[in-house]
């Protein structure tokens, strides 16, 4: 079982509030990654970060930022939600050289109203 | 991004048969390959990787098999349970070490088993 924990897992607002998704891994991993996935469908990736200091956007446009101040945190915020952001975000982690496993936390089903 | 992706979005096998979940890809740069559950509201959960060099893996029931002639992997669960009905992911990795190791990730498959 991977050490990487999400907070909220759920989480409802109206359109217009600002949220931070929390992301916390107890790995000492260098390198996370945040997922955007509708139900059923792939993931796609929409930001990551090699280590602190260090953010990067992924293949799917977001509206969404992050941040990398220590290592085992990765927070993503919604300035302004809307309810083309409802879908299930996951964040992952990875750390060494020699592995590119990707661990991921439970997620955070997000419904904007 | 990448063409990772499965042949079928749907797959029911009955309890303590075996199952085979197909992966295509399109990299041939792609050298380390993973396989995830994904349960309903959980996250993906890692199953077995295998890497460029290899052609079969084996784990506790299950097997990945890789066939980089025709960029084709394959998940095979032995007697499968009830406990494996989830969503599988391929995911290939085209890059590693000083790059990022990006993993790109296919559609998934959904595994019913039934009694």
């Known amino acids: 079982e991977a050490d990487i924990y999400q907070t909220p897992r759920y989480l409802v607002i109206g359109t217009g509030k600002k949220i931070t998704l929390e992301c916390s891994q107890t790995?000492?991993?260098?390198?996370m990654y945040w997922y955007q996935q509708d139900p059923g469908m792939e993931l796609h990736l929409i930001h990551y970060?090699?280590?602190?200091?260090?953010?990067e956007k992924g293949d799917l446009s977001s509206e969404s930022t992050v941040s990398r101040i220590r290592t085992e945190h990765f927070p993503l915020t919604l300035e302004s939600a809307r309810p083309s952001h409802t879908s299930q975000y996951l964040c992952?982690?990875?750390?060494?050289?020699?592995?590119?496993?990707?661990?991921f936390g439970p997620g955070t089903r997000l419904t904007v109203l | 991004g990448e063409n990772v992706g499965l042949h079928l979005p749907t797959l029911s096998v009955q309890e303590g048969d075996n199952s085979i979940i197909n992966c295509a890809y399109s990299?041939?740069?792609?050298?380390?390959f993973i396989w995830y559950k994904q349960e309903s509201g959980k996250g993906p959960q890692f199953i077995i990787d295998?890497?460029?060099?290899?052609d079969k893996r084996q784990g506790q029931r299950v097997t990945v098999l890789l066939n980089k002639t025709v960029k084709h992997l394959s998940l095979q669960i032995a007697a499968t349970q009830p406990g494996d009905s989830a969503v599988y992911f391929c995911a290939e990795n085209v890059g590693r070490g000083s790059t990022l190791g990006r993993l790109y990730f296919g559609r998934g498959t959904q595994l019913t088993v039934w009694p």
């Open positions: 790995m000492g991993h260098d390198k």
């Open positions: 990299n041939s740069a792609s050298d380390y």
């Open positions: 295998i890497r460029s060099n290899m």
């Open positions: 992952a982690s990875t750390g060494g050289w020699s592995t590119d496993t990707q661990y």
């Open positions: 970060s090699y280590g602190v200091n260090s953010t």
